[in-house]
């Protein structure tokens, strides 16, 4: 058993490592709880002036 609790304790490091870098990504939560594959992330807005450079 000690092999299995440390597989899903490492999984849910894992959850926790995807959600502070996507809150770090975005500036936002993740929805999916950190889950990372359960919804397509925003697209970061850009600034308008982006769009308009050459």
Same mark, same amino acid.
């Given at each position: 058993?000690g092999?299995?609790t440390?597989l899903?304790? *490492? *999984?849910?490091e #894992?959850q926790?490592? !995807?959600?502070?870098s996507?809150?770090? !990504?975005y500036g #936002? =939560?993740?929805?999916?709880?950190g889950?990372?594959?359960?919804h397509?992330?925003? !697209?970061?807005?850009?600034?308008?002036?982006?769009?308009?450079? =050459?």
């Amino acid at each position: 058993m000690g092999i299995y609790t440390a597989l899903i304790t *490492r *999984r849910r490091e #894992v959850q926790h490592i !995807k959600y502070f870098s996507y809150t770090v !990504k975005y500036g #936002v =939560p993740d929805p999916g709880g950190g889950q990372g594959n359960l919804h397509t992330p925003p !697209k970061p807005v850009r600034p308008l002036f982006w769009n308009l450079r =050459p």
